[in-house]
């Protein structure tokens, strides 16, 4: 089959499609954010974009329509109306085609999985009841999906029991039977409805929350969409919230309320975009870490939260979407995956999936960057997993000019490492207001190959330039000046700032440690290094690996994967048996208890170092500081765990 | 074992117990109407009753402060403190302790059934957590049951898993776990509580609603009680219920609230007279007519009165408590029984089951009286059932004096054959009020007897008598005069009210008949005949026989079971395999239209005449005729039957 690749920019996002697919097709494939209000119906004319490169169709009488002149001229097409009709094709999509300002990572990587939904439609025609047939309407129904899909054994809801004598009779006779996992009849639609059967996946993060809607009979994604976490005013971090929860009588219902309601809001926006109903909607699938597991289920998470952290379940679980109060169909069916222990949960089982370690031969590690991170490391033999605070400082927070990765965010950077001259990118190419988290790391990276702040994350006082200011309150040093700013100020990154980068990546780079001591391996071990996270997917992973965010693995071996967890989600969505999968990957995982580990302190006490207090782990970033003349003439004091001592 | 036999008036009814056992314990075992409130703990002293002959245990000191001295010489006892200690026990339930002014009937026969209920309990001691055992609460949970129970594959109901972390620690790990059907946990208590675990048998009749609960450890009848169906202001039978729904919007909820209400207000009662709380009542099994069983379950019935008449579901459906409003626990399931076909319900199943029908290798009718009487024919290799509309008669609804079996109901007639002279007894002798279905039943075979009518069922009007009374509006009979009676009016008898008992009882017996020739017997093959229903267990069967109520079987081979439905009812309750048998009864009843038959017409018109048009069917009443000189001179004319002609 000959194929197209589509690269969407300013993300750079690459899909390979079949030939002659729309772009909106290629978008949705991609999990690009891209608005269409009418599902490709060539109605709404939203979904504009930028042809950069590349042969498309010629236009369409609908875009002669729906296009102004000035916007043809600048060659905007429609997605949905313009077919892709050569090998590269490079698109665009302008800001007011997305649906979010907030630029929220929510793509993931794409695993083949073999389509077999819990829920499917079934269209029957069923004989009329006369005085020679009297068989009950049940009888009737379940005899047919007998004779003609060998179906047995089959429930019904009691509320479809109570609309089944008047469905029958207003379809005359011929309707859509909706049965999840074989054995419930769940609906019944009038008439043929068998090609409209959608699922929602949703990874509950303790910040965000990502929402996918997909064809439960083509698997594919339809629509994506993000928020912030309702629970935020609650607290920013699990404990905070779990806080909140024990000192407030009705915490845990106003919690469980606000997720749910922004599992909910999410889902509106979706069926917006898609023109599903919310009926059509059958089953969701939710992961997100325990803490987020259990407050989404109304479970209590007091006991997560105090020594020895059980979870109350481990088990995936499944309520009914009337029960939880969640805008699917109400007979439809809510499954929360399983989690692995009362800090690792949910969402790292389904990364584990996403990245099929579970069942390769070779030695992998994968590093979920969040509030909390999650680390994991092993192959289909073993698989152990931990949980790293590394707090908010990522998101922007605790950072003096942090934010969000929106509009106006600086996020990427270069240091000349001689004139000390900076370099930098904003989301959507506007004055910058502030930093995100990716150009947080490159600014340490390349302020340590600058030689402006040493190993230890000090700033080296023996350099002059106008950007490197000792004030009162401390060191920093200027990204931005004032008169390219929208803020009217100087953005400048500080001592603190670069303290709390250190905090954040040795919490989850002490994870990455322990975890190949336990198992008595080094990184020479490591075939492969998964990044995920929604801010995982934009940071440059040679300067996370400068900076010793995680170990020295080859830039060859380490694959972005985007919302991993997300992906996890989906696949238990449309595949029965990634569901059975992700059940045995819950039990199979050892979980690590970080603080417990005598090597904790010094470990922790290492890894604040940029990169580590032990350089010789670092060998090709020892290379490349000696290649800039910027290896440390004074070595960092390297504390030895109780083993080696 | 030695035994003790106790007969308990006025009623008459017969059980036996162990010896020694308390007059309470056999008067629960008979599922006598006796007041206990504080379940025999000797602290209500309701349980009144009058030793009339055998030996019992010496008064104790509780009866000497509860009894007073009057109450003592006149031999009044506390059943829950009296110990049976001779072989044959009379004693009388004095009105105070009965529950309900209204005698309803609603014992049945006692077929001997295996306890083993779908509700279990088990009590668990749980291993707390530590740092060494981090399992989930949930894993801690169903492994102690697996360990110490063997139970495998268990679900938990969602909102039992949101309370299961506090429960568990409040507790101090030892709760006691409900599970239903073996796979799923329903409830958790603290502590061992596993010696209460109670269900509910409740069945539904177009005119009386009787429940039954049971303590599931013994499989043994607490308490009983019932009330007047709460649909019945929404019409007196079962069409014009239907059309009510049919007829108004919100019909089929007012109508399922109403008979909903009306299960829960005798649970009320049956609670309040145990002291047994509703959430230890788990489980609840419903029987009732096709019609009724929908509505309970809150189906639209309305197809169930179109030709041709098919029920919306046959089989026994789950539903959980909270679904349908059902006051036991919450999530406890009711179990409502299958039914055969549009016209007979789970009720004819429930008489089948409890008659063992099924499982018997003779022949055996039965016909359970009600405003809808179901006629059952068979053995375990084939059996027929049928419905007639025999209407509201024998409930005392048509008859000019006729009232339901309350006090000052007479109950029973004799009329001398020669001086016409009439006995009568009333219920609780206190003055007449009016005729309940029993007399009514006495009053047409007494009058026969007596030759006040003719077996065309008219008035003679060469006898001569003050009681006899030729009107205006037709001739009467005076049962009891003015001055006798507490109505200020003679009670009388008309040819009006014979002529419904006519029709009441023709419709019986030509459901009978019919089932008889569609089968190729007659009376002769028959081994049993069970006679069932509330008002079947006061007629005296030999006039019923005389009227021709039912076929002219030998007494002997008469069995008046009384609540058959309700004990069918009881039987699933307490049986998984009971259960499973209702099933296979449902699925094997061959449902036999009447109306369809193509001898319906001239059998209903025969069926019409006391007893019957074609006399020589009935040779023990033409005996008995014969012998009292009342035998006609002049013999009814017979409709032959199509096939007979």
């Given at each position: ?230 629970q935020?005013?609650y ?9 909140y929860v024990?000192?407030n009588p009705d915490g845990l219902n106003e919690l469980q309320r606000a997720v ?35 407050l ?350």
């Amino acid at each position: 089959m000959k194929t197209s690749e589509v690269i969407f920019q300013p993300e750079g996002k690459r899909v390979t499609v079949p030939f002659g697919s729309t772009i909106l097709e290629a978008a949705k494939s991609a999990g690009v954010d891209l608005i269409s209000i009418c599902g490709g119906r060539g109605i709404c004319g939203k979904c504009k974009v930028i042809v950069e490169g590349g042969e498309v169709s010629p236009l369409t009488q609908i875009e002669r329509k729906l296009l102004s002149e000035l916007e043809r001229s600048m060659g905007y097409r429609l997605a949905c109306q313009t077919s892709i009709l050569s090998q590269v094709l490079v698109i665009k999509i302008p800001e007011e085609s997305r649906t979010g300002k907030q630029r929220l990572q929510v793509e993931g990587i794409e695993t083949p999985v073999k389509i077999e939904p819990l829920v499917k439609k079934y269209f029957v025609k069923i004989k009329k009841p006369s005085l020679q047939d009297i068989r009950s309407d049940f009888d009737r129904l379940v005899e047919e999906l007998k004779r003609t899909y060998g179906l047995e054994g089959l429930k019904i809801t009691y509320d479809v029991l109570r609309r089944l004598p008047l469905i029958l009779r207003e379809s005359d006779w011929e309707v859509t039977v909706v049965i999840w996992n074989e054995d419930t009849i769940i609906d019944l639609e009038m008439g043929n409805s068998v090609n409209r059967i959608f699922g929602y996946a949703v990874d509950i993060g303790t910040t965000k929350i990502a929402g996918y809607l997909l064809d439960l009979n083509s698997g594919k994604v339809l629509a994506v969409d993000s928020l912030m976490n309702p629970q935020i005013p609650y607290g920013e971090d699990v404990i905070s919230r779990i806080t909140y929860v024990s000192n407030n009588p009705d915490g845990l219902n106003e919690l469980q309320r606000a997720v749910v309601d922004g599992v909910n809001q999410i889902l509106k926006t979706l069926l917006e975009k898609t023109g599903v109903n919310q009926r059509e909607v059958y089953e969701m699938t939710v992961v997100g870490n325990t803490a987020m597991h259990h407050l989404f289920l109304g479970i209590n998470p007091k006991y997560v939260a105090l020594a020895p952290y059980p979870p109350v379940i481990k088990n995936g679980v499944n309520v009914k979407a009337r029960e939880i109060g969640a805008d699917i169909n109400p007979n439809g069916n809510v499954h929360v995956l399983p989690v692995i222990g009362g800090f690792v949960g949910a969402d790292a089982v389904a990364v584990i999936l996403a990245t099929e370690i579970y069942r390769r031969k070779k030695l992998c590690m994968a590093i979920d960057i969040g509030t909390n991170t999650e680390v994991v490391l092993g192959n289909k033999n073993e698989i152990l997993a931990s949980s790293c605070a590394s707090g908010p400082a990522f998101e922007g927070a605790h950072i003096k000019y942090g934010m969000r990765a929106a509009t106006g965010a600086i996020e990427r950077i270069k240091i000349d490492p001689y004139t000390l001259e900076v370099q930098y990118e904003t989301i959507d190419n506007v004055k910058p207001r502030g930093i995100c988290g990716s150009a947080m790391v490159d600014v340490v990276a390349e302020m340590l190959k600058s030689g402006i702040i040493d190993v230890s994350g000090r700033f080296n006082k023996n350099i002059s330039s106008p950007r490197l200011r000792f004030t009162k309150s401390g060191a920093e040093f200027v990204l931005a000046w004032k008169n390219e700013t929208a803020i009217n100020d100087d953005i400048v990154v500080t001592q603190r700032d670069i303290r709390e980068i250190q905090l954040a990546k040795a919490a989850i780079h002490t994870g990455c440690a322990l975890l190949m001591k336990k198992m008595g391996v080094t990184e020479q071990d490591i075939d492969l290094m998964f990044i995920a996270g929604a801010f995982g997917s934009y940071i440059n992973p040679e300067n996370a690996r400068i900076i010793g965010m995680y170990p020295e693995i080859p830039l060859n071996r380490v694959r972005i994967v985007g919302n991993a967890a997300g992906t996890g989600a989906r696949m238990a969505l449309i595949s029965k048996s990634f569901r059975e999968k992700a059940e045995k990957i819950a039990r199979k995982v050892n979980y690590i208890e970080l603080g417990a580990e005598q090597d904790f302190q010094a470990e922790f006490f290492n890894s604040q170092f940029i990169p580590y207090a032990d350089l010789t782990r670092y060998p090709e970033t020892i290379k490349l500081l000696k290649r800039l003349g910027k290896y440390p003439k004074k070595l960092p004091p390297v504390f030895m765990s109780n083993k080696n001592r």
